[in-house]
Nanobody, 115 residues
Framework: QVQLVESGGGLVQTGGSLNLSCVASATIFSVYTMNWYRQAPGKQREPVAR???????NYVDSVKGRFTISRDNAKKTVYLQMNSVKSDDEGVYYC?????????WGQGTQVTVSS
C-alpha cells in the first residue's frame, strides 16, 4: 500500500505560478511511474503529466511549455510546477503512483484560478 499526500494547491491569478508537491510513503519510490491528474467541476478526471522511473516526462498538450513535472527520489516526492496558469487549469489535482498494474491515488489538492 502506498499513501500519497498532495500539497501546494490554492488560489492563483491567471498568468501566475503554483508548485504542487506529492509525498509518497512507498518503501521504494524510485520504481514508480508518477502522474498528476486533474478534475474540473463537471468534467472527467484527466491526466496532466507523467514522469517514469527513468525520468521520462510526458504532458497533455494543453499544459506543454507551461507545466513541469519532476521528482526527487530521495525525498519520495513528485512536483508539478505550474506556470502561466489559465482558467482552464482550475480543478482538483491528484497525484497517482503506478507500478505493475497497481495504482494509488492521493486525496487531491484544489487549484483555483482567479482572473
Amino acid at each position: 500500500q502506498v499513501q500519497l499526500v498532495e500539497s501546494g494547491g490554492g488560489l492563483v491569478q491567471t498568468g501566475g505560478s503554483l508548485n504542487l508537491s506529492c509525498v509518497a510513503s512507498a518503501t521504494i519510490f524510485s520504481v514508480y511511474t508518477m502522474n498528476w491528474y486533474r478534475q474540473a467541476p463537471g468534467k472527467q478526471r484527466e491526466p496532466v503529466a507523467r514522469i517514469s522511473d527513468t525520468g521520462s516526462m510526458n504532458y497533455v498538450d494543453s499544459v506543454k511549455g507551461r507545466f513541469t513535472i519532476s521528482r526527487d527520489n530521495a525525498k519520495k516526492t513528485v512536483y508539478l510546477q505550474m506556470n502561466s496558469v489559465k482558467s482552464d487549469d482550475e480543478g482538483v489535482y491528484y497525484c497517482n503512483a503506478f507500478l505493475a498494474g497497481r495504482e494509488y491515488w492521493g486525496q487531491g489538492t484544489q487549484v483555483t484560478v482567479s482572473s
